[in-house]
């Protein structure tokens, strides 16, 4: 039997926690055929992004063009896409891409915005065209333009914003929250779902949401349902870093991507 395909859309992370370099093991260790289209280069450590090189428009289309001519992928998963053009050509071939899973990466570790107000206006059109939508807390805030979403009540409040967006279904991670659990928030275009786990480590982990997308995309293209999908997505990331720890470098922690046992 022919494995299920499935394609990433994002820029290359050389500390191996996050964009590209999280999503390739993540779509091998849940056997689904990896196909990857790359948007820009990074200097980065895990102490931080020290420089962004993006790849022209022109070079992005040329690659996804080249692997459309060849591939159906069941699903893909789209990350730091980083110029407006790009995330407008990806809407226009959105229906050659499968369940389409838009981890929308917007802002830094801090919060802060890494790009221009033309890529995050550009991404609520492909927010429309998403299976499912995964921004943190403060991507939410600036897709949905909402006030601070700093709890589960603010965005339970702020769920018809979410669901305006077009998405399937929205889940807000938590990741970047504090306590002793990890609280998602998904959010259907009829319900609002917590969704908790415990947290590992004091400090937010580098790659747990290009890991948790990348998950999702993969087990979509298996053909499992939505609901399913996200829950094993999350159990997914889970299992990586209980059984394989997150203090591999001096900086902050990041996802190792190293496959469990079975």
Known sequence: MEPPVALTIAGSDPSGSSGLQAD???????????LSVTTLLTAQNAHGISGF???TLEQVIAQLESLLEDFEPQATKTGLLFDHLVVEAVVERANCLGNLVVDPVLVNSAGAQIVD????EAYK??????T???PNRWEAELLSGSAALPTTEAIDAAAEALRNLGAEVVVVTGGRGEG???VDVVVTQTSVVTMASARIGTEAIRGTG???SAA???ILATGVSVEDAIAQGRGFVGQQLALNGVAIAGGRPGVPHIVAPK
Do not use: Q, R
């Not at 059109?125 to 998403?130: D, E, I, M, P, Q």
């Open 180 to 182: 002793a659990e990890v």
């Open 216 to 218: 999702i995309a993969a």
């Open 117 to 120: 107000d033309a890529v995050v």
């Open 53 to 55: 090189y993006p790849m």
């Open 24 to 34: 390739l093991p993540t779509f091998a260790a849940l056997g689904v055929h990896a």
């Open 132 to 134: 499912v939508l995964t």
């Open 125 to 130: 059109g492909l927010a429309s065209k998403a």
């Open 210 to 212: 290009c890991t948790l």
